[in-house]
C-alpha cells in the first residue's frame, strides 16, 4: 500500500446499499472526507517518499509472475459499505468485519497494496485502535512459510522458514521511511453487513497479523485493506465474487465530515446523460498497480510539449492511478510543462511562498478581472478524458492561498495520479476486461 500525504479521505465499512444480486447494481460503501489536520507539507513529504517507493518498485521488478487479474465468477454481488473519514492523513478507512465472532477494523483503503492486514497484539503495550487474536478467532488459519502461498503471493515474505510448518512471515514496507508493518499471514472470513441486518460471509481472505508497524497512517486505523491487482488482495477475491469490478467515488478532499462518497463492489451501473470514458488497464503481473496510457495534457486548449517517453513504460516512464497518493506526482519533463503552462495563465496574481509547491498565489489579493485558473485535462488511451475540477490542480493549502498542487518526481520515473486529481469522479476498475472507466460524479 503506499501511505500518503495531503488531505485525506476516509472510507468506512459498515451497512450501506441494497441487495444487488438481483438488480446488478453494485453495493456502495459510503465515504467521508477526513479533517485536514495534517499539514500540506507534510502530506506533500509522505507521496514524495510512497513515490520513491513506488519508483524502486517497479525498477526491481522480482518474484514470479506473482499477480494476475481476477478470475471472474458469473454473478454479480455487491458488497455493502459505508465510510467515514476525519483523520487527517491522505488515506481512504473502510470498517471491516473479520473474524468469528467478527469484529470491526477501520482499514486503510489502498489501490497500491496486495496484503490486507490488522494490528494484533505484539510484545510491547498494544497499539492504538482495535486489535486483533488470532487465538480468539475460530476461522483463522495460519499460512505456513513453506507454502506456495507464502513463497509466491505474499508480498515481502521472509526467507526464514525455521520449520515446514512455522507461519508466514512477513516485512511490508510502503514508502521510504518508516510506514510498514510485519507479522504473520493467515486466511480469515470477512463478514458483510447486508441491509436489513442480514450477513454475508468471505471466507478465504487472506489477512495478516502485524505484531509491529509504523507510520502515521496506522495511528488513525487499524490496518490496510488491499485493493491492488493481486491474487491475494481483497480486491481481486470481492471482484471475482461480486462480478469482476470494483469502484470508488471521492468527495472533495476538503468537504465536511458528514459528506460521502463510496466503495463499491460490482459493475459501475450507466447513468443517462453522463457518459463513461474509459482506457485500458496497464497491468504488470509483478506489481499491484493499476497503470494507464497518458497520450498528452492539454491546458487552456493547448497540448504541452511533453516527450512520449514519459508515457511509456517500456522506456522508464508510465503513468498509475493511486488511491494512496494524495498529489499528484509528475515525473519531470511533464511536470515542468504544466507548472510553465498554469503559471503563465495566473500571471496576473501576486505569488507567495509556501513551500513545498513551487507557484502558490494570494488569492485574497486577485483584482477583479484578473486571469481565472485554465481548463486542464488528461488525454488517454481510447479517447478518454479526464477533466477535474480546478479546485483538484490549484489547491487550497491555507486561507487565502491557492497553490499549483502537482509535485515533481524523478525522470526517467513512473507519473502518479493522486486522489485530489481523482476527487468528483467515479473510478470503477474492470478486472474482467482489463478497463479502467470513470465519469464526473457528486458521489451521492
Partial sequence: MEMRGN????LVLAAAAAAAVASGN????????AAPLASVAERARDDRHRHAYITDKLASRRGGGRRVA???????????VSS????????????FLVGTPAREFTLVADTG????????????????????????????????????????????SLANCSAPSSPCAYDYKYKEGAAGAKGVVGTESATITLPGGKTAHLADVVLGCSASQGGQSFDASDGVLSLGNSKISFASLAAARFGGSFSYCLVDHLAPREATGYLAFGPMPAVPRNPVSQTPMLLDPEMPFYGVKVEAIVVAGQVLPIPASVWDAAKGGGAILDSGTTLTVLATPAYRAVVAAVSSSLAG???????????????TARRPGAPEIPKLSVHLAGSARLEPPAKSYVIDVKPGVKCIGVQEGEWPGV????????QEHVWEFDLKNRLVKFKQSTCT
Avoid: M
Avoid at 481476477?70 to 455493502?80: G, I, K, N, T
Avoid at 467515514?84 to 470498517?95: E, I, N, W
Fill in 26 to 33: 453494485p453495493e456502495r460503501l459510503e465515504l467521508v472526507p
Fill in 349 to 363: 496574481i501576486p505569488k507567495v511562498d509556501c513551500p513545498p509547491f513551487e507557484y502558490c498565489y494570494n488569492w
Fill in 7 to 10: 488531505l485525506v479521505v476516509l
Fill in 70 to 80: 481476477a478470475e471472474v465468477a458469473a454473478s454479480v454481488v455487491s458488497l455493502p
Fill in 84 to 95: 467515514g473519514a476525519y483523520a487527517g492523513t491522505g488515506q481512504y478507512f473502510v470498517k
Fill in 415 to 422: 507519473s502518479v495520479i493522486g486522489n485530489i486529481l481523482q
Fill in 113 to 156: 497494496s496486495d496484503l490486507t492486514w490488522v494490528k494484533c497484539q505484539g510484545a510491547g503495550a498494544s497499539p492504538p485502535g482495535h486489535v486483533f487474536s488470532p487465538t480468539s478467532s475460530k476461522s483463522w488459519k495460519p499460512i505456513l512459510c513453506s507454502s506456495d502461498t507464502c513463497k509466491l503471493d505474499v508480498p515481502f
